[in-house]
């Protein structure tokens, strides 16, 4: 159930973690979620910790850049979108009003990578698969299952992704205002106005058993839940936690897709 061997142009296919305590972290989401860690040394003392369910890759916590913490940026997580052309994709992001903030580059022999905003300030990098597809396990307790995105303009930014990616975007309710992200026919995030003192960002769910269990399990580990748990329209119900270190999450019970 939930294994993959690659993932269709578009499909949210990753999420890492900027943390400021990657040891701390570790130990937190490995209670959590299940999670066991392979980890990868990637250069100058660092360490790409992948988090794995059965031997299969669900993601992956890594040490903040020192240049995001000085900016004062806290811990959170990294989306990633897989491209089938992650350089023909960079060059579409301007065109379309986004921006690059880091180049197509490669990742040692994993894949290629670049770093964008969306024209409402929402970060996402693009993914073109090389050993690594991404998520090798989704939609099964502990993997990755849904990503949302909170944008104080979700018109500009359904028009940018609908345009770089092909997504489709579907009213799920009005108030509060929440769109279902389509890839083709598969859904696979939503999108929602936040706040007006919350910055644009996108952040990951995680399946789990017992959204409840898992909310309390999360307090009790030093974790923060700050909404919910909330029943959603479709069925299932969820839960958004702040981890020890500051990082946004959602854990999500309810029926999975394969």
């Known amino acids: ?26 130990a937190f989401y490995g209670g959590l979620l299940g999670w066991e860690y392979d980890d990868q040394p990637v250069g100058d003392g660092v360490t790409y910790s992948m988090a794995q369910l059965g031997g299969r890759s669900a993601a992956a916590i890594n040490p903040q850049r020192e240049e995001e913490a000085q900016q004062g940026i806290p811990p959170h997580w990294n989306l990633y979108v897989t491209v089938d052309d992650v350089d023909a994709a ?25 770093v964008i905003a969306d024209p ?15 998520a090798e396990v989704v939609n099964q307790p502990g993997a990755l299952t849904w ?20 997504w489709r975007f579907d009213t799920m ?13 598969r859904s696979q995030g939503g999108m929602t106005k936040p706040p007006a003192d919350v910055p644009p960002n996108w952040f990951p769910y995680f399946a789990v058993a017992d959204v409840e269990a898992t909310a309390q399990a999360a307090r009790e580990a030093g974790g923060e839940p700050f909404m919910g748990p909330m029943d959603v ?26």
């Open 233 to 258: 329209p479709n069925g299932g119900r969820f839960v958004l936690i702040q981890d020890p270190q500051g990082a946004p999450f959602a854990v999500f019970q309810g029926e999975f897709d394969d």
């Open 90 to 114: 960079a060059r579409a992001v301007g065109e379309h009003g986004g921006q690059v903030f880091a180049e197509p580059f490669d990742v040692f022999d994993n894949g290629r990578m670049t």
């Open 173 to 185: 309710s009005e108030e509060p205002p929440y769109w279902v992200i389509f890839n083709g026919e």
């Open 1 to 26: 159930m939930g294994e993959r061997t690659s993932h269709p142009h578009g499909t949210i296919s990753w999420a890492d973690l900027a943390t400021s305590d990657q040891d701390a972290a570790k």
């Open 147 to 166: 990503a949302d995105i909170a944008t104080p303009d979700p018109a500009k930014a359904q028009a940018f992704y609908s345009a770089l990616l092909g």
């Open 120 to 134: 409402t300030g929402a970060v996402v990098s693009l993914w073109q698969a090389g050993t690594s597809i991404g």
